[in-house]
């Protein structure tokens, strides 16, 4: 071997960006690399000279990139593609201008993906954009105007004319100003032969040159991994990872030429396991289209399986020999190779052998048959007789490990009907790859009667105990029927085409064995939805025509940080730059549910390189315990913990490595105490009290007149927020009678700087807070974030140097809550014609283990059951039940898009039960008073139903869906339209109050500062074009900074969908104080400028800085008296959505959404429509799609974004139009507009309602009707178990109590 080998000073600089961008957590996809051909050393090099001779561009993830990989590679991360120093590039620009930018934390991603497209395939489709996105996750926007800005890319344009930005503005693209591959890093093949070795503190890295070396190498250290794409070693190996895996030695053979070698036979193709799954589907892709199509069923098997594994960032760096060897419970391509008859060529010590990748390869989980010192040199791809199925069902289309995937081979006799051949292999269903060989042999011949007998093997065969880890276990029973079904039907399909072209002949009972379920062909097929490309309309009030053309007000102006945020170059918390002697902070968390404490041990971790101390409880000088509403949190559990992730301690340290290795040194004994609640709260009356109750007429006696009576019930699970910038805060001590400053992604730095007084038991005037933006918060940084920066103000105090503390994703989703999950009964007594009589609600929200806010978002839920509809007799009871899991918060709707569901899920229950919409009928018309006798005016809300009904076309789609339906079998398709009614403001109305301080500095510039936060909502973009308006200067004159306690002080929270109206109107009142004052000048000199203006003012000694103030509405809600005046106003809106749902696997597609939405007179239609689509695709994912799983112990399972799914590109609508209504006015707020942040989240549920319409499209053809139940979020398992299949029902459910599930229903 060689002797070791240091980083040149480019490879520190790039070391240092991507460590940087591991710490931030910001690497998702935003760096690429690109390999030069010509620079032998290149890690990939040999790979790519191999196959493609020529430079080629990667987006990969920075967090599973090791650094030692990348010599010989140029890294570019976004900064380097364009800057606003220099020049944007014109991906940067059009994603900013086509208004993809909201919070900005996932822009550098979304820009580095877009830009590696572009390197490989300047003139992209939208399939590629698509596919090249598919990997990266946005929180705010819904995705639609970052795939507008990127389609102006794509040579095909749409017709439809983007209505919010101007492509004709755009920088051209133009290739050849590209960055190169650097010169320098050309360097002469023989210098590059050398192995590379590199010395770490823990670990070694050896990167041999040859196959012998490497063999010798693994013989020799059989325990060392061989990392190719990292992508499985590394999420073990992280050493962040609390159960991280040291490797002293790794073995990095991405060098070795054998393993990218690819040579064609006779027979198919042997493809080196070094290649990485891109390059294996790009080479399969090549060669399909060579051969006749029955030769290449297994390569186009495997396409299909490729094209959906991981993303594209994960395929450009996982290798084909590492995803054999991970032996992944559901690997896509284990099973498909398996079935495929495909063999792997292994070079043991001593000798070349071939080992068929069959049920004796793979062993167990994560073990082949393989010994440690063997390694897969390449796999063989035979070319096929017969037919090769490759069918999966992920939680989400794209981007998700599958629920079940399978691999499927059938090889028919010549012109029989007798089957030679069946392989089944399926992943999902077992510890790995498993072979379902019994139901095989049960397969002569293939008709229905066989298949009916093989679905019953398969049963018995692929068993599944109740409580499998993993859960979903009737589902994933049913998928390994309904997946071999779907086969069938491929295979039928294609004999069908043999038989028209000649091929074989129609006496092949193969052909004839379609009557499964006797169902007519036509039935069995249904349309595909082909190349998808997007739709979408956008309408907007435009500005009055006697507008000055100076006036920003009403237009769509780019969010203000756009560009600095594509560029890279906007300032997060975490990309503050280090300070002198700065610590890092982790906290060390409860893993009991409900114990005593019983000793703390820190010793060993005070004793570990780096770790500074150890801050507990008795560390605090001021208050540990907040009270809220009478109840008491810690901020550090003294005595006793109430939930998993309940903080304890926290350990600060020189790095975040240290820190974190410190923290899993604590030893903390516990004392289990008995009896902890998770799901049982009702049963053992455990509520924060006081519970609310709020009535209107006599639901009693009016349940006496009525023609008929319903009960039902319907659970809605919570929400994780999963903004982008997890909770980030530094606290610097200045060293002087006791001040700090702290920096923290916070919506509301008041409460930030308030909790760490009390904390350290000093006054607020002591401590200033900073926000300059947040990535995202949609609730979740109110109440949350002041309690981690209290415990991080202790440890800065404590030991009087800078504190960090950002949460990794994990110990986020851990500690900070979610959502409140809501459980909603109801009885409902209704008449014959449709009208609604009576109404009875009780609601139970699952608060967690501390009060937090979650006795006001009971009461939001109350307050909003009525919804849209007039209920004459109404009662509704709420209660916010205590239970031993993480404590939940504010999340974007405070509770309305799960108050408001149950209402909605009640009226879709009266409405099956009697055959007839009846929505309409019961809205509320003309004047009108709400349960809590709020008097209101629904015109624009009924305005909004009438025009949603047009624009969707709402009846003739209707009739197409049911003639759809009666069509066909397997496929569903299912329509909804919902209104909503959201009431804009806080019901306490001292958190209306908005504050500004405007300041004119002497060369005309203004700084203006307000209390509301930046968190992707635009306020800062609306707020500038308010003091544009006000001061009459253009809005390149104003700037705004920041949010910060010294400058706006006893600010609100950002939230309520009310941070524009109260702040709005704040710095309205500051900029007419300053317009006034300079009035006399204006009047010496109407012709100066605002600059000469500012000068005179200044030597006439009139005071340039203003403070503005809005008392904002004084709202109440009494609740003894069960009436008040709650908010300022109502922002209104309808959506209807059509679905597809494949009712085998439970797979949906939302085919068309229409939005018709209220919001006045919009201050900045682009922002306000980004916030209606964000909204919505999070609405779409609380109802459909996210879900959060704990262990029977109240472990936080789904803990990343591999286990929790958020929307994903995949998921938007294929067509989306969003339309705001137009000729309304709102006296109520700023220049006639309406708070709009959080009311679009429950119209998400119109998705959820769809499915359910398509659902019971799917029972009805089983014979069974009336109304069903269906739990929020709707996902696959749930649609397609709802759906009650002949699959479905085979599936024997266990008795509930007779087993303990994986996971508990919260
Ligand atoms: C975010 C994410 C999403 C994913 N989604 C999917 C998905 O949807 N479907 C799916 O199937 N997979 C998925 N994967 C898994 C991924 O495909 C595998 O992790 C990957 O293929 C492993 O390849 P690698 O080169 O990164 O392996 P590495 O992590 O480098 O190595 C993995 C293991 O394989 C061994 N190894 C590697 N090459 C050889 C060889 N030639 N001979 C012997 N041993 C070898 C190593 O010693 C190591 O033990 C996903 C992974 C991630 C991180
Ligand atoms: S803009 Fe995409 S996460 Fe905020």
Not at 6 to 35: A, E, M, P, V, Y
Not at 296 to 304: D, G, K, M, S, V
Not at 553 to 565: E, F
Not at 927 to 938: A, D, L, Q, R, W
Request: proline share 6%; glycine share 8%.
């Amino acid at each position: 071997m060689s002797s070791s080998l240091t980083f040149s000073t480019k490879f520190l600089i790039i070391k240092k960006i991507i460590n940087r961008l591991i710490d931030t957590g910001r690497s998702i996809s935003s760096i690429i690399c690109c390999f030069s051909p010509y620079f032998p050393a290149g890690l990939i090099l040999r790979f790519i000279l191999h196959l493609h001779h020529t430079v080629r561009h990667y987006a990969v993830n920075a967090c599973l990139l090791p650094i030692c990989q990348l010599h010989g590679a140029a890294v570019t991360t976004v900064e380097g593609i364009g800057s606003t120093k220099t020049r944007i590039h014109p991906v940067q620009e059009r994603i900013a201008k086509a208004h993809g930018s909201q919070c900005g934390f996932c822009t550098p991603g979304m820009v580095m993906s877009m830009y590696a497209l572009l390197r490989n395939k300047p003139q992209p489709s939208m399939d590629d954009i698509t596919q090249a996105l598919a990997g990266n996750l946005c929180r705010c926007t819904g995705y639609r105007p970052i795939v507008d800005g990127c389609r102006t890319f794509c040579q095909v344009q749409s017709s439809a004319k983007p209505q919010l930005f101007n492509k004709d503005e755009f920088l051209p693209l133009d290739p050849t100003q590209e960055l190169i591959f650097p010169p320098e890093l050309i360097v002469s093949q023989s210098s590059n032969l050398k192995t590379l070795t590199f010395y770490g503190e823990r670990t070694s890295w050896v990167s041999p040159t040859s196959l012998d070396e490497l063999v010798q190498l693994k013989s020799s250290n059989p325990k060392a991994p061989l990392v190719m794409g990292n992508t499985n070693v590394g999420e073990k190996s992280d050493p962040l990872h609390s159960q991280s895996v040291l490797h002293p030695l790794i073995i990095s053979p991405t060098r070795v030429v054998e393993l990218f070698d690819v040579t064609h036979t006779a027979q198919g193709v042997w493809v080196g396991a070094g290649c990485n799954l891109s390059e294996v589907q790009s080479l399969l892709e090549k060669l399909a289209p060579q051969f006749p199509k029955e030769k290449t069923e297994l390569f186009r098997a495997l396409i299909r399986q490729l094209r959906n594994l991981g993303s594209q960032q994960i395929r450009n760096v996982a290798s084909l020999g590492g995803n054999i060897m991970s032996a992944y419970p559901n690997s896509d391509l284990n099973p498909v190779l398996a079935a495929g008859n495909c063999k792997s060529s292994l070079n043991p010590p001593g000798g070349r052998r071939e080992v068929h990748l069959n049920q004796d390869f793979f062993v167990s989980f994560g073990k082949t048959v393989l010994k440690p010192e063997e390694i897969i040199v390449s796999v063989f791809i035979p070319f096929t007789r017969e037919f090769v199925g490759a069918l999966r069902q992920a939680p989400r289309k794209e981007a998700a490990f599958a629920t079940v995937t399978t691999g499927m081979r059938v090889f028919f006799s010549e012109r029989s009907r007798v089957v030679q051949e069946v392989s089944i292999y399926y992943g999902g269903m077992g510890p790995t790859t498993v072979s379902a060989k019994s139901s095989c042999v049960s397969f002569r011949p293939w008709d229905d009667e066989t298949l009916s007998r093989a679905y019953d093997v398969l049963l018995d065969e692929l068993d599944l105990p109740p409580s499998a880890p993993g859960g979903k276990v009737e589902f994933r029973r049913s998928l390994t029927l309904s997946l071999l079904f779907k086969f069938n039907l491929e295979v039928l399909q294609k004999l069908r085409e043999m038989v028209r072209q000649g091929t074989i002949s129609t006496s092949s009972s193969a052909c004839r064995s379609s009557r499964s379920e006797h169902i007519p062909q036509s039935k069995l097929c249904c349309p595909t939805f082909g190349v998808i490309n997007r739709l979408h309309l956008l309408f907007h009030q435009h500005v009055s025509k006697d507008q000055s053309a100076h006036d920003p007000v009403g237009r769509p102006i780019m969010h203000r940080s756009a560009i600095s945020q594509a560029t890279g170059e906007a300032v997060y918390c975490d990309d503050i730059p280090k300070t002198d002697g700065e610590l890092f902070m982790t906290v060390v968390t409860s893993a009991r549910a409900h114990a005593k404490i019983t000793s703390l041990d820190v010793s060993e971790a005070l004793r570990l390189p780096g770790v500074v101390d150890v801050i507990t409880a008795k560390d605090i000088p001021g208050k540990n315990v907040r009270t809220e509403f009478g109840y008491d949190e810690e901020l550090l559990a003294e005595s006793q913990v109430s939930c998993v992730g309940q903080m304890i301690c926290a350990v600060v340290a020189d790095t975040r490595v240290h820190a974190k290795r410190g923290a899993a040194a604590v030893k903390i004994s516990y004392e289990d105490l008995p009896d902890p609640v998770f799901t049982d709260a009702i049963e053992k009356s455990s509520f924060f009290e006081p519970r609310r109750v709020i009535w209107r007429g006599n639901v009693t006696e009016a349940f006496k007149t009525v023609d008929q009576l319903h009960e039902g019930e319907i659970r809605l699970a919570g929400q994780e927020h999963f903004y982008m910038e997890t909770q980030s805060m530094l606290v610097i001590p200045v060293g002087e009678e006791t001040e700090f400053k702290v920096y923290a992604s916070s919506q509301w730095p008041t409460l930030t700087q308030e909790a760490i007084a009390e904390t350290l038991n000093i006054p607020s005037n002591r401590v200033t807070c900073h926000v300059k933006r947040i990535g995202g918060g949609f609730g979740g940084k109110v109440t949350k974030t002041p309690l981690l920066a209290s415990v991080t103000a202790v440890a800065a105090q404590k030991t009087s140097r800078p504190v960090r503390f950002v949460l990794e994703r994990g110990d986020d989703m851990l500690i900070t809550g979610a959502r409140h999950p809501v459980l909603g009964r109801y009885k409902v007594g209704f008449m014959k014609d449709g009208r609604i009589v009576a109404a009875d609600i009780q609601y139970y929200s699952n608060a967690g283990h501390t009060i937090d806010e979650s006795l006001m978002i009971v009461e939001k839920i109350l307050l909003h059951m009525d919804n849209a509809y007039n209920i004459p007799n109404l009662h509704g009871r709420g209660a916010a039940c205590r239970t031993n899991l993480p404590s939940n918060t504010s999340f974007r709707g405070f509770g309305v898009p799960q108050g408001i569901m149950i209402m909605e899920n009640m009226i879709n229950d009266v409405a099956v039960l009697l055959g007839r919409p009846i929505r309409e009928i019961n809205m509320y018309k003309g004047p009108s008073v709400t349960h809590y006798k709020m008097e209101f005016s629904p015109e624009n809300m009924l305005r909004c139903w009438n025009e949603c009904k047009v624009k969707s076309d709402f009846s003739n789609r209707r009739k197409a869906v049911d003639q759809f339906n009666q069509q066909n079998r397997w496929k569903k398709r299912g329509m909804a339209i919902l209104p909503i009614k959201y009431g804009i403001a806080f019901a306490e109305g001292q958190f209306n109050q908005g504050g500004a301080l405007v300041h004119i500095y002497k060369d005309g510039s203004v700084l203006v500062t307000h209390g509301g936060t930046e968190m992707g909502q635009g306020i800062h973009t609306k707020i500038q074009q308010v003091a544009s308006r006000e001061l009459h200067i253009p809005t390149s004159k104003i700037y705004i900074s920041e949010t910060s306690t010294n400058t706006v002080p006893n600010t609100c929270p950002t939230a309520a969908s009310f941070g524009t109206d109260a702040n709005g109107m704040a710095v309205k009142n500051a900029c007419m104080t300053l317009y006034q004052r300079l009035e006399p000048i204006r009047q010496k000199d109407p012709k100066g400028s605002w600059e000469s203006w500012i000068d005179a003012a200044y030597f006439e000694k009139i005071s340039l800085s203003a403070t503005g103030y809005h008392g904002g509405p004084d709202l109440y809600m009494d609740w003894d008296k069960m009436e008040g005046q709650p908010y300022a106003y109502f922002t209104y809106g309808t959506c209807c959505c059509e679905v597809e749902l494949d009712c085998l696997t439970g797979d949906y597609r939302t085919v068309r959404t229409d939005l018709m939405v209220d919001i006045g007179r919009s201050v900045n239609p682009s922002v306000d429509i980004g916030q209606i689509e964000g909204a919505f695709m999070q609405g779409l994912g609380l109802y459909t799609l996210e879900e959060l799983k704990f262990s029977p112990f109240g472990l936080l399972y789904t803990r990343g974004p591999s286990q929790y799914k958020i929307p994903a590109v995949c998921d938007t609508p294929l067509r989306f139009n969003v339309y705001l209504l137009p000729d309304s006015d709102n006296p109520h707020a700023i220049y006639s507009s309406k708070g709009i942040g959080e009311p679009i989240v429950f119209l998400g549920s119109s998705v959820f309602f769809a499915i359910k319409d398509a659902v019971a499209a799917a029972r009805s053809d089983s014979g069974l009707v009336g109304p069903f139940s269906l739990d929020s979020p709707a996902t696959p398992e749930r649609a397609c178990l709802a759906c009650s299949s002949p699959f479905t029902k085979k599936i024997p459910v266990s008795k509930p109590g007779s087993f303990k599930p994986w996971a508990l229903n919260i």
